[in-house]
């Protein structure tokens, strides 16, 4: 049943301009820089740019003398993988490109880790391509995939292997309440086009648990097929969300809703009919009703929309891409909507940055949907950063966690340095980690954006990727529960 305006509008003149609508789930983070001039009253100033409260966080980042990983002093961190080091137990290299990643309970006190591998296009463009797993392989032509890393209790044994072979773009995706992980492939390539002999634009699953499972790999074609970034599941309702990163026009927000009887559970999505379920996109509307084209018309945060949905035409995208199958006016869109995280009862969402493409420019913005009341809330937003080769403002917000100690870490994909860094539900932000590894030159630095950030099962580890060349890193130290969380 749609949330109406009507309805909508009601809701928000009872409780006061909409912002009390996000429930127990306050303002979260004004980061520095932000676009919003005045934040709700329940939220702290924010600080600086590149200035933070001394009791917020774990201090200032220290160099590093090995020139990988900056990190707060008491900190330490120990590489997992690096491409063209560290092997699978087949004797291939690691593949390259780490991106979105997720952790589970294994043996004996190990941590295993899912990690998608970002690369597009033929196999033959790839020093380190995902290898071609008998038995594991989608299309051979394509050179993304997944592989499953176990970790040790104490850190002294990692092996690796392929979760999936021969699919494209592997970027984010999502674990699942039964175990699992969704990758996501973000292309269109269809069968005949980079060289694929498959269409492509799918979302997979992967189970880290049982290698036979991951055998004869198939494409949930339910979800939809278009330029999947990041996917989570409500434990409660069944729906899952699916973000799309992708331009002209900007992507869209999904939601998919399980045909009646179907029950969620390991492997259970392959069984689905490929129009199973109903797949929508969402359209949102502000306090008076109006119809919201674009997320980036939101300025302030605390700022909550309503949010309609809206069925897709045609999932698979046989001739039109799916977004491109909207009018002006049916749906909502943003540009580069990029990781999500479940999380206090809804899903937080990153939209990176919007430039031209978009109705206002921005460095960066994190949304939480609630399911219950079909809001939508602006948690964090990020001016435009004027300065991306100085170590302080933040921009591109990519990959996302929700850490046990209370607030967010992100991963940071922007312009210059590349941070990971913490939120907190007042309005402050702090540094966690720096990437020092330059790829670039003296004259011309560059800085591999952070990926994968995410917390082991008992919460006493970080691991976080460097996507360029290829390096999981596990990090440890004095965590504790930050202020104002």
């Known amino acids: ?41 329940t939220a ?31 900190f330490s961190y120990r590489v997992i993988t690096r491409t063209g080091v560290t092997t699978l137990e087949t004797g291939e290299s690691t593949p390259s490109n780490h991106d979105g990643t997720a952790t589970f309970e294994g043996v004996r006190g190990a941590t295993l880790l899912v990690v998608n591998h970002e690369l597009k296009g033929k196999r033959a463009d790839w020093p380190h391509p995902v290898p071609l797993t008998e038995g594991l392989v989608y299309d051979p032509a394509a050179s993304g995939g997944c592989t499953v890393v176990e970790v040790a209790k104490h850190g002294g044994h990692v092996a690796e292997w392929v979760g999936i072979a021969g699919t494209s773009t592997n970027c984010a995706g999502g674990a699942t309440p039964w175990g699992t992980w969704l990758t996501c492939e973000e292309t269109e390539d269809k069968a005949g086009q980079n060289g694929m002999t498959k269409d492509h634009g799918y979302a997979f699953e992967v189970d880290p648990y049982n290698r036979r499972a ?19 599941v409500d434990p409660k309702r069944g729906h899952l969300y699916l973000t799309e990163d992708a331009s002209g026009p900007n992507g869209l927000l999904y939601r998919w809703t399980p045909p009646a009887g179907f029950h969620h559970g390991r492997g259970h999505l392959d069984t689905l009919g490929d129009t199973a379920g109903v797949l929508q996109a969402f359209k949102c509307f502000d306090s008076g009703g109006k119809f919201v084209d674009d997320l980036s018309r939101a300025t302030k945060t605390g700022t909550v929309y309503g949010v309609d949905w809206v069925d897709v035409p045609d999932r698979d995208a046989k001739t039109v891409s799916v977004r491109k199958q909207f009018a002006a006016g049916e749906v909502t ?54 300065d991306p080769g100085a170590d302080g403002p933040l921009d591109g917000p990519d990959n996302i966690t929700v850490s046990p ?33 330059n790829i670039g030159t003296d004259l011309e630095p560059e ?29 440890t130290g004095p965590w504790r529960r930050q202020k104002h969380c």
Do not use: C
């Open 405 to 437: 100690y209370g607030g967010l870490v992100i991963a940071e994909d922007g312009a210059g340095i590349q941070h990971l860094f913490g939120a907190v539900n007042d309005g402050r932000t702090y540094p966690i980690a720096r990437n020092e590894l």
């Open 1 to 41: 049943m749609p949330l109406s305006r009507r309805d909508f509008v009601q809701r928000t003149a009872i409780t006061g301009a909409g912002v009390a609508l996000a429930g127990a789930v306050d303002v979260l983070a004004t980061a520095p820089g932000a676009l919003a001039a005045d934040t709700p009253a």
């Open 44 to 74: 702290a100033k924010p600080a600086a740019a590149g200035h933070h409260a001394p009791e917020l966080g774990y201090g200032p980042i220290v160099e590093d003398p090995k020139g990988l990983l900056g990190l707060p002093a008491g």
């Open 447 to 475: 800085y591999s954006e952070f990926t994968g950030v995410t917390f082991s099962p008992d919460g006493h580890t970080l691991f976080a990727n460097i996507q360029d060349p290829g390096i999981m890193l596990a990090i």
């Open 333 to 386: 869109r943003a540009r580069k909507l990029e990781g999500m995280w479940w999380g206090d009862g809804g899903t937080y969402i990153v939209s990176s940055f919007a430039r031209d493409e978009s109705p206002v420019h921005h460095d960066g913005a994190v949304w939480f949907y609630d399911p219950k009341r079909r809001t939508l809330t602006l948690k964090v937003l990020l001016g435009v950063n004027a």
């Open 214 to 232: 991951n055998r004869d790999p198939k494409p949930i074609k339910a979800l939809g097929r278009y330029a999947h970034e990041a996917v989570v």
